[in-house]
């Protein structure tokens, strides 16, 4: 029984409870009033199966006219026209059968054809107008939560496509510094070139793991970092002092992949890079309240230009939002006269 339920199409499910429940209703109130003989119970059967016959026939037409398809006031009074014209149709159809087989109510002796008429009518736009705004909010409903779905649908593959195509400029971004950096050692020191070829291919192997996945581990982005600064220790040999802060209970804190090499290779290009002065960069990792806040620190002036135009501050901006909404944030700013410091702020769950 319950697999026959499932199986049925929704109109035809909807079809028999509203009927049903139109008997039900009836059935109720003879029972009530004592008026419960066999001219009611005909009448009644034959009011069900004209009204589920004439619906039927209205649903069709309904569809034909491609009525749900036109401007919503249009859709209402088309409705309701709808159920003027069928009510006058089946009140006169009810009518001739009750006058034919003599099925008339004690109450309706005294009245002529006309009144009968008009009456069953009347009786009859009533039940079809009703029947109509069922179906006209049913369809209504439905319609406006498979467009809120289908938005939703298109968001989500915007933003999926927008992280693709941010992810797909880091890493040709990053590949482009490291080669500048190993092209300036090739004649100046070919041994610290060839350690610097390989740093990079450890870089490139952990981001081409790191690319299929939407978050990886503090640890395994550590990692990452630590072989890109090894790269930028042999260009810059004194003049870069690395310091970290990373507790160990937090290396299994998972954050979108390259988002702190991002910060890191920024302060080195725009801080460090920039000054011939020795420069420092603190890595700091800590826990605030219910979140994780990683910090680069380094040596150097923060630029409106280096703010507002550089890739690598956009790309972390973008992921941001596009990953965790209003949940993230990022902020860089000159933290004193020597020092600029990069945050970004991720929720711990």
Known sequence: MINLIQKLPKYWLFQTLGWGLFLAVNVFFAISYRVVDQVFVIRLLATISMGI???????????????????????????????????????LVETLFVEI????????????????????????????????????????????TRNQLDKLKLEALVKSLELKTIKSHINPHFIFNALNSIRA?????????????????????????????????LEKELSIVKDYLALELIRFEDRLT???????DLMEFQLPPMMLQTL???????GIGKSLKPGLILIKVFQAEKNVKLQVLNTGCLQMDANHEGFGIQSTANRLNLIFGDQ?????????????QATVNLPLN
């Open 264 to 270: 890191v290779e920024n302060a080195i290009k725009h």
């Open 328 to 340: 993230a944030s990022f902020d860089i700013k000159q933290k004193d006269e020597m020092y600029v």
């Open 101 to 144: 087989f003599d099925l008339g109510f004690k109450q309706e002796r005294d009245f002529s054809f006309f009144q009968d008429y008009i009456s069953n009518a009347f009786t009859w736009t009533i039940i079809l107008f009703i029947w109509n705004c069922i179906y006209f909010i049913y369809h209504f409903i439905d319609e406006s």
């Open 185 to 217: 050692l090739i004649d100046e020191n070919p041994m610290h070139a060839r350690q610097a070829v390989t740093a990079l291919s450890n870089i490139l192997r952990s981001s081409m793991v790191s690319e299929s996945q939407e978050t990886i581990s």
């Open 53 to 91: 016959f004439f619906t039927h026939l209205m649903r069709m037409g309904i569809k034909r006219l491609k009525l749900l398809q036109q401007h919503i006031n249009r859709q209402l009074l088309s409705f309701l026209l709808l159920s003027v014209g069928f009510a006058l149709t089946v009140g």
């Open 242 to 248: 690395i310091q970290y802060d990373v507790p160990s």
